[in-house]
Each structure stands twice: as structure tokens, then as C-alpha cells.
């Protein structure tokens, strides 16, 4: 598969289409008493032309209301947290310190959720945001920053590292260079980040996976939580090499689980395992087609890191790009069909209350 071969731009987010995942046929919500914390999703209101990451994010909105009603769709989710999306900067005062308003803006979202008046589910009980950590030590006022914002619910940063020499890809950042995780700027800025308690979501693709590793080692008293099961891409240079990828990152995945201070999540491959051409297909796949794409990435993590050290994330609304939320986490579910109830409990919530220190 290429970007030539498919209607789907992989690597880049549009705007959900309602009617296509209209046609998606229903389902029977699977397990639909069990509690679930949903540990990555973003909120924004973009106008159109606002950078994210490496692309121009179309302009589509998605609040408080957008994400209640996925949650509404049958499944239980009782709270989640809110991931860096580069939403709601602020417009001036020292560039370091802009992020912190998208901290301001969420933390006002999870005000409006802890009313009572928006229903069950606490929306960003964890905030993560930015901060850039090759400020070093400078980054300290920024991450303090965060905390005062955050109103008790900041949890940490995230500062991606995804690097491709394919500019297909599409990278994390315009001017991103490879190794990011190594560099030593990038660490003095972890240990001001470990000293205030704050983990980091580490984001990268397959290939970036052994510099989480070595980071992982260098810092073995951090929280690292690694995004979207690790990466792997199947677009670009990498299009019809599964077997090739799958075994790079599996090898990657078994040396980052014998790191105890990683927890990784399972979820969020939709725009870059590119499993399917979501973008030229009539209807949305079923949650036991998605299931059968993600399944080996997925298992393995769980064989790997065991429930106590996975987390479920929905990645919405990026992931609403190519299948709705209740099939969403229905083909989740059906990934870990095998597990005990207390292993599916920690997978869905306990973990997550554990890693991200949540009240939910």
C-alpha cells in the first residue's frame, strides 16, 4: 500500500464524516457495565489552518458536547484524560510559556464536567500538555506553570520524537531531527520533569522505539507512558512490508517491557499502521474487522507488559477519521476476550487510575 495506491492522506487528520459512519451496521455494546477510563482523547475548535504537529488540521470542532456523545453510545466510561493537541496556545507572552494555555483552556472543560451537570463521565480528570523539554532546567517554570493551571488535574507532558526521513510520514514536528530522546538537553529537561512528579507521554514511531528504550533505562525512577502500542507504520517506505514491521517493532516492544516504569497503550494506529483505506471505502469496518488488523500489535503488548501495565485509549477524534467509538472500543474488547475480569478491569480503568493518579 502506498499514499499513491489509496484515497487515504495516512499521517494526516480530517474532519469526521457523520453520514459516512452513519452506515456503519449496529452493534450489540460488548461488556457494557465495565468501567472504562479513556486515556487519550483530544478537544479542540479549530478555525481552520492551525498546525498539528506536521500538518495543517482542518478546521472541524470538538468539545466537552462532541466527545459526551461518543461516550454516550453504550459504553461505560466513568472519565478520561486529555492529551496534548496543540489547542488553544496562548496568542502572545514568552513562546515557552504559550502550551500553558491549552492547560487553562482543558482544565476549564473539566470544571464544566465536574458541575454534575454533564453527566457520569469526568472529562480530563488528567490533563497532559507541552512543555519543551530541551529547555533543560528553563523548563521548570513552564512545568510549575501547568500545575497552577492545571487545578490539581496536570499529570505531565507530552513531547513527541516521531522522526521519518520519508516526508510522507509526516514527523511530529516541521523541524523534528532524529534521536530526540537521546539528546542530552532533551534529558536534562526529564530530570526536572521527574522531580515534579511528571510523567511523560512519549510518542514516536516503530523506529523510534529503542531511544524510548534507552530512555526508559536512563530514567528507571520515571513514569513513561508510550502512545498508540509503540508507533508502527504500514504507509510511505513502509507499505506492504507488515510482516517486516511487525517484527521490528515486536522486537523493540520486548526489550521496552522489561522496563517496569512503562506502561504502554493499547489503541490509536488508526492513521499510521494504515491498516486500511479508510478515506476510500464505502462503509466503516465492523469492531471484528478493526479487531482482526490490530490484534497481533495489541496481544503482544499484553503478553509483553501484562493488564497491569496496559492502558485502553480511544485517540478520539482522530481515530473517528475511520470507525465510530462504540466499535471502537467493541474491538478493543474483543482483543482481550482472553483475559480474566480483574485483567480486564486493570486494562480499562485500574491501570490508568494508577499511572495517570486519578480519582475516577
Known amino acids: 500500500m502506498s499514499a499513491t495506491q489509496t484515497k487515504t492522506a495516512f499521517g494526516r487528520i480530517f474532519p469526521p464524516r457523520d453520514a459516512w459512519l452513519a452506515k456503519a451496521a449496529p452493534e450489540p455494546i460488548i461488556d457494557p457495565d465495565l468501567p472504562i477510563i479513556d486515556t487519550h482523547h483530544h478537544l479542540w475548535h479549530r478555525t481552520g489552518g492551525a498546525r498539528g504537529e506536521s500538518w495543517e488540521v482542518p478546521a472541524f470542532r470538538y468539545l466537552i458536547d462532541e466527545f459526551l456523545a461518543d461516550c454516550a453510545t453504550g459504553h461505560n466510561i466513568i472519565g478520561s484524560v486529555f492529551l ?17 494555555g491549552e492547560t487553562e483552556f482543558v482544565a476549564g472543560i473539566a470544571a464544566m464536567s465536574d458541575s454534575g451537570g454533564y453527566g457520569k463521565t469526568k472529562v480530563a480528570a488528567g490533563i497532559v500538555g507541552y512543555a519543551d523539554l530541551t529547555a533543560g532546567d528553563w523548563v521548570t517554570p513552564v512545568l510549575e506553570a501547568h500545575i497552577r493551571a492545571g487545578g490539581g488535574r496536570f499529570r505531565g507532558v507530552r513531547h513527541s520524537a516521531g522522526y521519518d526521513a520519508d516526508p ?5 514536528a516541521p523541524d523534528i531531527q532524529p534521536g530526540l530522546y ?31 528504550v534507552d530512555l526508559a533505562r536512563a530514567f528507571p525512577g520515571s513514569n513513561i507512558i508510550v502512545g498508540h502500542c509503540g508507533g508502527p507504520l504500514g504507509y510511505g517506505r513502509y507499505a506492504g512490508k507488515n510482516d517486516a514491521v511487525f517484527a521490528d517493532w515486536k522486537q523493540s516492544v520486548i526489550e521496552l517491557a522489561k522496563c517496569p516504569n512503562v506502561t504502554m497503550k ?12 479508510y478515506m476510500g471505502i464505502d462503509a466503516p469496518p465492523s469492531s471484528e474487522q478493526l479487531a482482526g488488523h490490530w490484534r497481533p500489535y495489541v496481544e503482544t503488548c499484553i503478553e509483553l507488559f501484562g493488564p497491569d501495565r496496559c492502558i485502553a485509549e480511544s485517540n478520539f477524534p482522530v481515530e473517528k477519521m475511520g470507525i465510530g467509538f462504540a466499535a471502537l472500543f467493541n474491538a478493543l474488547k474483543r482483543m482481550v476476550s482472553g483475559c480474566s475480569a480483574d485483567e480486564k478491569a486493570a486494562i480499562f480503568a485500574g491501570t490508568a487510575r494508577r499511572v495517570y493518579r486519578l480519582d475516577c
Open 266 to 277: 493499547l489503541g490509536g494506529m488508526m492513521m499510521r499502521l494504515a491498516a486500511y483505506d
Open 168 to 172: 510522507v510520514i509526516g514527523n511530529s
Open 182 to 212: 537521546l539528546r542530552p538537553d532533551f534529558r536534562a529537561g526529564m530530570v526536572r520533569l521527574a522531580a515534579l512528579g511528571l510523567s511523560l507521554d512519549a510518542w514516536g514511531f516503530h523506529p523510534q522505539m529503542p531511544d524510548i
Open 84 to 100: 496534548q493537541c496543540h489547542s488553544m496556545y496562548r496568542a502572545t507572552g514568552p513562546v515557552p510559556m504559550r502550551p500553558v
